[in-house]
């Protein structure tokens, strides 16, 4: 039942952090842990179910990189405040803080 925990927490993560986490989509998160507090049935039926949880874990983070792919291959959009953010994280990953110069 370890995997199962696993699974579920994977699942629950890429729901709130690639669906959202307000009141409005509440129901996503509700509905997951109502399929996972489900009887499964059989063992085989359990595994099926547990392996398209997984799927739909993937699905979720695929598609977000997918998103991000796109967003950055499009050279006409304005991307400075996209940049400013990943200098900001980049540089916050090893204890530092960009100068003025480049926040805004």
Do not use: W
């Amino acid at each position: 039942m370890a995997g199962t925990a696993a699974v579920y927490r994977r699942v629950m993560k890429a729901v709130q952090k690639h669906v959202g986490g307000g009141a409005d989509k509440k129901h996503f998160r509700e509905f997951v842990a109502a399929e996972f507090r489900s009887p499964a049935g059989t063992e085989a039926d359990a595994r099926a179910r547990l392996r398209l949880a997984g799927d739909y874990a993937y699905h979720l983070t695929s598609i977000q990189h997918q998103k991000e792919l796109l967003f950055s291959y499009n050279i006409a959009v304005d991307r400075s405040d996209e940049m400013k953010k990943i200098l900001n994280k980049s540089a916050a990953s090893v204890g530092l803080q960009l100068p003025d110069v480049y926040q805004s």
